[in-house]
């Protein structure tokens, strides 16, 4: 089984900035991509960003400009370094990655349990 394992969310006001880390751990052979997602309550959850085992990254418009997101291989480890930070931006953010578990399990997909993010105003 893999685990992943958000930190780093927190209370912070308008304008502010926070850095998440999640750590991706278990039985795996790779991970392509990694990403970071948001869910307010009464809303769907959304896409915030995304970053693949090369480097490339998306992001959601409204993150744009505020918001980066990078990957550290040999630790197995996503950040989202949040920058500028808006009451709007207020939220429950998830990891997402997607693994490589071997011939028998293929390519999975899994999620963090969670990190709360508040932004006061």
């Known amino acids: 089984q893999v685990q992943l394992v958000e930190s780093g969310g927190g209370l912070v006001q308008a304008g502010g900035s926070l850095r998440l880390s999640c750590v991706a751990s278990g039985s795996f052979f790779s991970i392509n991509v990694m990403g970071w997602y948001r869910q307010a309550p009464g809303k769907q959850r959304e896409s915030v960003a995304t970053?693949?085992?090369?480097?490339?990254?998306n992001y959601a418009d409204s993150v744009k400009g505020r918001f980066t997101i990078s990957r550290d291989n040999a630790k197995n480890t996503v950040y989202l370094q949040m920058d500028g930070l808006e009451p709007e931006d207020t939220a429950v953010y998830y990891c997402?990655?997607?693994?490589?578990?071997?011939?028998?399990?293929?390519?999975?997909?899994?999620w963090g349990q969670g990190t709360q993010v508040t932004v006061s105003s």
């Open positions: 997402n990655a997607n693994i490589w578990a071997g011939a028998s399990l293929g390519r999975r997909v899994y």
């Open positions: 970053i693949t085992s090369g480097g490339n990254t």
